[in-house]
C-alpha cells in the first residue's frame, strides 16, 4: 500500500474526490489542514481518516511552520503528499524534502495564470479555453513538470463563479487519475523537465471539454 498525505486549506472537494476514487494500492493516511475551521477535516473525520491540524499563525516563520509540518507528516510515512487547495507557500526545504512525491493542483492551464485568483484573471483576459493542471512541485511556485491537464470552454456571460465551478468538474477527474497514476508508479519525470505516463499512447493526456449548453 502507497501512504497518501492529503494537504488541504478549505474546502477540501479534491480531498473528497480522491478519498472517494478508492484508488486501488493507495491509502490515505491523514489529512492535514493549516486551518482549524477548514471545511474538509468533518469528512476526513467522517471517513475515519486521521486528520490533524497545524495553525500557520502558531509560528514565527515560514520555516518553523513547513518544519513542523514536515514533521508530522513524515510521522505517516508518505509516498505521496498531495496538496489540494493548500493555501500556503512552501519552502524550498520542504519542496526539496518531497521531491518526486508532491503534487498540486492549480486552477488554470499553467503556464497561464499562476497564482490567485485564476479564473477573474482569465475571464479578464478574455480567453476562450481554461482549465486545470495538476503538476508535481518545484520550488517555482505553480511551475513543476505538469502531469494531466484538463480544459473547459470559457462561455458568453460567464463569471468567476461559473467558470470556477466548471474547471472544479475537472479538477476532480484529473486529480483522482494523477493520483492513480503515481499510485500505480507510472509516472516517469523526463530529462526535458516534462511528465511521461507509461503505458499511455504518446498522444495528450487529459481532456478537452466540448462546449456545452449555458
Ligand atoms: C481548487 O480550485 C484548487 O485548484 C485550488 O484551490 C481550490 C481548492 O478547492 N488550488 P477544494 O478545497 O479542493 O474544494
Redesign the pocket.
Given at each position: 500500500m502507497k501512504h497518501v498525505v492529503i494537504l488541504?486549506s478549505?474546502?477540501?472537494?479534491?480531498?473528497e474526490a480522491i478519498v472517494r476514487a478508492q484508488i486501488p494500492g493507495a491509502r490515505i493516511v491523514a489529512v492535514i489542514s493549516n486551518r482549524p475551521d477548514a471545511g474538509?477535516l468533518e469528512f476526513a473525520a467522517r471517513h475515519s481518516i486521521a486528520s490533524q491540524v497545524v495553525d500557520h499563525r502558531a509560528f514565527p516563520s515560514r520555516e518553523a511552520f513547513d518544519a513542523a509540518l514536515a514533521e508530522l507528516i513524515d510521522g505517516f510515512s508518505p509516498d505521496l503528499v498531495v496538496l489540494?487547495?493548500f493555501m500556503r507557500v512552501l519552502t524550498d526545504a520542504f519542496v526539496s524534502r518531497y521531491a518526486g512525491r508532491l503534487l498540486n493542483?492549480?486552477?488554470s492551464l499553467l503556464p497561464s495564470f499562476p497564482g490567485l485568483h485564476t479564473h477573474r484573471r482569465a475571464l479578464e483576459a478574455g480567453v476562450r479555453v481554461h482549465g486545470?493542471t495538476v503538476h508535481f512541485v518545484t520550488p517555482t511556485l505553480d511551475c513543476g513538470p505538469i502531469v494531466i491537464q484538463a480544459a473547459v470552454p470559457v462561455l458568453p456571460g460567464d463569471d468567476e463563479a461559473s467558470l470556477?465551478a466548471r474547471v472544479?468538474v475537472q479538477?476532480h477527474r484529473i486529480y483522482p487519475q494523477a493520483v492513480r497514476w503515481f499510485v500505480e508508479g507510472r509516472l516517469r519525470l523526463t530529462e526535458a523537465g516534462g511528465v511521461r505516463v507509461e503505458g499511455e499512447s504518446d498522444g495528450p493526456i487529459g481532456w478537452t471539454v466540448p462546449p456545452v449548453e449555458a
Amino acid at each position: 500500500m502507497k501512504h497518501v498525505v492529503i494537504l488541504i486549506s478549505g474546502r477540501g472537494s479534491n480531498m473528497e474526490a480522491i478519498v472517494r476514487a478508492q484508488i486501488p494500492g493507495a491509502r490515505i493516511v491523514a489529512v492535514i489542514s493549516n486551518r482549524p475551521d477548514a471545511g474538509g477535516l468533518e469528512f476526513a473525520a467522517r471517513h475515519s481518516i486521521a486528520s490533524q491540524v497545524v495553525d500557520h499563525r502558531a509560528f514565527p516563520s515560514r520555516e518553523a511552520f513547513d518544519a513542523a509540518l514536515a514533521e508530522l507528516i513524515d510521522g505517516f510515512s508518505p509516498d505521496l503528499v498531495v496538496l489540494a487547495g493548500f493555501m500556503r507557500v512552501l519552502t524550498d526545504a520542504f519542496v526539496s524534502r518531497y521531491a518526486g512525491r508532491l503534487l498540486n493542483i492549480h486552477p488554470s492551464l499553467l503556464p497561464s495564470f499562476p497564482g490567485l485568483h485564476t479564473h477573474r484573471r482569465a475571464l479578464e483576459a478574455g480567453v476562450r479555453v481554461h482549465g486545470t493542471t495538476v503538476h508535481f512541485v518545484t520550488p517555482t511556485l505553480d511551475c513543476g513538470p505538469i502531469v494531466i491537464q484538463a480544459a473547459v470552454p470559457v462561455l458568453p456571460g460567464d463569471d468567476e463563479a461559473s467558470l470556477a465551478a466548471r474547471v472544479l468538474v475537472q479538477e476532480h477527474r484529473i486529480y483522482p487519475q494523477a493520483v492513480r497514476w503515481f499510485v500505480e508508479g507510472r509516472l516517469r519525470l523526463t530529462e526535458a523537465g516534462g511528465v511521461r505516463v507509461e503505458g499511455e499512447s504518446d498522444g495528450p493526456i487529459g481532456w478537452t471539454v466540448p462546449p456545452v449548453e449555458a
